[in-house]
Structures are given as C-alpha cells and as structure tokens.
C-alpha cells in the first residue's frame, strides 16, 4: 500500500508539474493578463504540491510551512485575478480583497503556524489556520460558482471548458477542507489513498478546461450539432434577403467559435451585417481586419467569403470566455462560411430573379394598357366599314375585312388575357360572384368567339337542367374562350370541337378537339405563366403563354380546378370544374 501511495505522490507531482508547463506554454502564446493568471493559479498548486513534499527541521520546517502557506493563499488568489479576467470585479472590491489576504498571510507567517497535523496549536493558532483556509476557500469558491453561472447558455465547447474548471477547483476545495479537518484520520492509508487519486484526477480536469483536444471539443459539441444542423437549413432556406440571412449568419458563427463580436462584409466592402458591436467599433474592424486564420493565438478570425460578385469577409471575434479560437473550430467556421457564401449567393440570385420577374410584370401591365385603347378604336372603325357606315367600299376591300376583323379581334384577346394576367400578379383580381346559369354563360362565351370558330364544326352538348354555380361571369367566360380559342388554333380546320356542359358532383366545362394533342411530360408544364409548347406544329401559332395560367388560377380562385386529357396526334379535352351552388 505504501508504494502504491509513495508512486501515485509522484504521480500528482508529475502531473501539477506538466499542467503548469502547459499552462505556461499557453500563456507565452497569448501573453495576456487572462493566461498569465490562469497559469499562476496552476503554478502555485504546483509549488505547494512539490514544497509539501519536502522536509525539514527546525528553522527550515518554519520557512517551509510559511512558503506552503504563502503559495496556498497565492493559489487561491490567482484563481480570483483569473476570474476577474474575463468576469470584472469592482475596483474596489478587488483592492479590498487584495489587501485582505496580504494581510491573512501575513497574520498566518506571524502566527508561525505547523504544516504538521499532529502538532499542539495555540487556540489563536488554530483560529488563524481555520482563518486562512476560509480565506482561500472564499477566494476559490467565489469563482468557481461564478464560473458555472457564466457557463449557463453559452455555446457548448465554452459551457464545457468552464464547468471542467469550477468542477476541478470545487473538488480541490473539498479536499483541502476534508483533509484538513480530517484530524487523525488523515493519516489512514485508505483516506489517503482516496484524496491522492482525487487530486490526480483534478488534473485532467482542469487541463481540458484550457486545452480541450480537438476530439473532446468534437464529443462536447455533438449534442449541439442537430439545432446547428436545423439552423443552418432553415437559415439558407428561408432568409428574405441577404442582409437578413448575415445577420441570423453570425449567431451560430459566434456560438460555434465561442466568439464575442462578428461581422460580415459584402464583396464591395460595405457591412452587411454585425452582431456584438457598435457601429464605430464595426466600422473599425471592417477597415482593420487583416486575415489571421492559421495563426493559434489569433483573437480575431477573418474568413474569406468567396461570393459571386467579388470576395466577402467573415470577421469574429473571440470573447472572453474564449481565450484565443481552437484550429477545429477554424476548420468548422470555414466549411459554415462556405455554406453562407452559397445562401448569400442564392439570395442574390433569387432577388435578381424577383427583380426581372418585376420588370415582366410591369411591361405586361403597361403594354396591355397601351395596346387596349387603340385596338378599341380599330376594332371600332372595322365594324363601321364593315356596317358601310362609312360609305361604300370596293368589292376587293370588302372581302378582306372579314380577315382584318378576326385578326383584330385575336389581337383584342390577347390584349385581354395579357390585362387580366397582370390584374392577376398585381393581386388585384376580386371576384364578382354570382349565382348564374352556367349552360347560358357558355352559350355567351362561345358568341364571342364565333369568328375565331369559323371553319371548325361546334357540337354542344347541352344539359338536360339547368346548372347554377357560383362565378363571376366575366372571368367564367375569360376561361372558356381561352379553352375555345386554344382548341381552334391547335387543330386543323374543318375539325370538330366539342363543348360538353355537365354535372357529376361539380359543374364541369369540358372543351374537346381533334387537335395537335399534347405529349404527356408536356402536359403538367401547360398551366405555367408563359410557358408555349413550341413544336415544328405550333411554331407558326401566335400566342402569349398566358392563356391557361390565368385560367386555372382563375378556377382555382373559384374553388374549382382546370385539368387536361390529352392523346399526340389525337387531341386534347381541357375541363375546368367548378363546385355547384347548394
Ligand atoms: P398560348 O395558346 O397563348 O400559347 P396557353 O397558355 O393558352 O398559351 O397555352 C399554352 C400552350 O399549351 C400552348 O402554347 C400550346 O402549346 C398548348 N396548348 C394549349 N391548348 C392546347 C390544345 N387544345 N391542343 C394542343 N396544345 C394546346
């Protein structure tokens, strides 16, 4: 038993020893007031470890246990500064605490206390020892418990690595207060035992708490890494614009790295977004940052984003839970910046498109306006000349205004559709509904599209009661000389085009034609805003592709639905179905 314990004592020494060269290490990397402290700390637990270890006599024994308590207290203290690092203390309050354990230590040396148990103290002894070891328990707990507070919502790797402190520094403190009010029972083998594989397990601990390998950053993350993975999508899925998508960007670019500030700068090296920081400080990182990526000891990580327009930067920085950022952590903000540069990009994309898909909308609107009126008035002026209204005209002239007509009312049409179809994306269509005869409306529909029916042989198929359905009338006949005309220009003439006027449940319109057909993977493309089936059959067919869009919106916003049927070569029945009146 004694080996075992003589070699796990050698082991603890070993051990502080390495945690403070490590610590050391890391402090001459960073050379901050944060790091230098925090390796204080641990240095101080390294010299009372090795200077308990020694003996002595006489004087020596005196020197010895007042240099243990003196780095006992300095321990403690340290842990206290390394804390007011990054959580502040008041100015006073830490002048006051400074000033309070010089003091403690000073009563402590004076006091020519005994590092050995068995010892006879004096009552005021025994009262300065317990006051020493309350005054570095105060000064160890306090920001071992601030520490956890602080860990509360705070990304994972950080939550981890200052629990891992506070948890080793709480379990020292117990130690030390168990071992030295142990009294006789410390010198038990099995208690010993016990706190030595304690202490050496501390160690580890508080390692990871500034040193996390990149394994154990990864382990820590993990239960993170749905939420992140969720973000992410509906962050690339779902962001209006790019100012948008930067700044619900950077919460998870700081939380993955533990940063404190960041911003994004889009590629003409104006601020899209920031998170963390006021203006003036923004406006100075966007001027200053110079990419530091590789390097350990950065504070400030910039990223570049290498966008469409040009090259974009990603600049964070590091918080003061954060002493200085992992390489993982770069290696992980890299790929998320990536991932932001193709959801910055396909922002841009989308409002490129949003902003052509405006352009359209608008000539639509303006050219269908321009167009209506002096259509009307040559309409006008060829059904007076047709009338002779205005006087005789030759026989030759007569006979080619049939021709004129038709044409003019084929461009009138599609001065209509093109109206509507813009009413429609304004969102300015309000149906009219009413309760109307659906056979007499069609009736009507099929009048006003006679001359552009001419040369195709028309069945109706009639009824045999009446249909009522609830429709606004103009926009029921829109659909229905949409369905008639389509049927005309797409089959050859002297064809027959049926009209089929039913109910089964709806009031459906069926509107059938020997025509050209429409192939099956073409069919489902039909009703999309602009689409023609170009073919080498339609090629010389004039048309807008507005047609039956506009018409199975207009269906739809009458609850009902327009649907195709339709054989290559054999031709087409289109259905618009609409629900019955009760
Ligand atoms: P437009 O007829 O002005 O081109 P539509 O939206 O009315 O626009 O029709 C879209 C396309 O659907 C047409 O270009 C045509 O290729 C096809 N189509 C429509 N109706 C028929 C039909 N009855 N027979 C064959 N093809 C049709």
Redesign the pocket.
Known sequence: MSGLLSVLDWAIRAAFVLLTLAAVADWIRHRDRRHAYLALAFGSLMALVVVSALSGTGVLAQVLTDIDLVVFLLSGYALLMFRDSFISLARRKRRAVTIGILVVAAVGVAAQLSADPRAQQSPLQAAITVLVLLTWALCVLEPTLRMWRASRGRPAVERARLRAVSLGYAALVAEVLVVSFAGTAAQNQTFTLVTSLVTLAIVPLLYVSFLPPSWLRWLWRQPEEDEFRKSLHDLLLYSPDRATLAQRALVWATRLVGGAEALIVDADGTMLASRGMTDDRAAELVANAQPEVNSRRATTLVIPLHLQQGDGRMVIVSGPFTPGFGDDEVVRLRQYASSVTAGLDRVSLTERIASLEKAKTDFLSVASHELRGPMTVIKGYLTMLESGALGELSPRSMRVLPLLIAKSDEVNW?VE?MVEASRLEEGRVVLKKQTADVMELTDRAIESMRTVLTGRELKVDRPSRVINAEVDPDRFQIVIR??L???A???PAGSAIKVLVSRNGWTRVA?T?A????APE?QA???TRF?????QS?QH???????????REIARMHDGDLT?E?TPGA??T?TLQLPLTR
């Open positions: 599609m559709q949409n369905l005309s389509n049927a220009k797409y089959s509107v034609d025509g050209i057909g429409i073409e493309r039909l009703f689409v023609r089936i170009e073919t339609t067919i004039s048309g807008t592709g507005l047609g039956l869009w506009l018409s195709v339709s031709g087409s289109f």
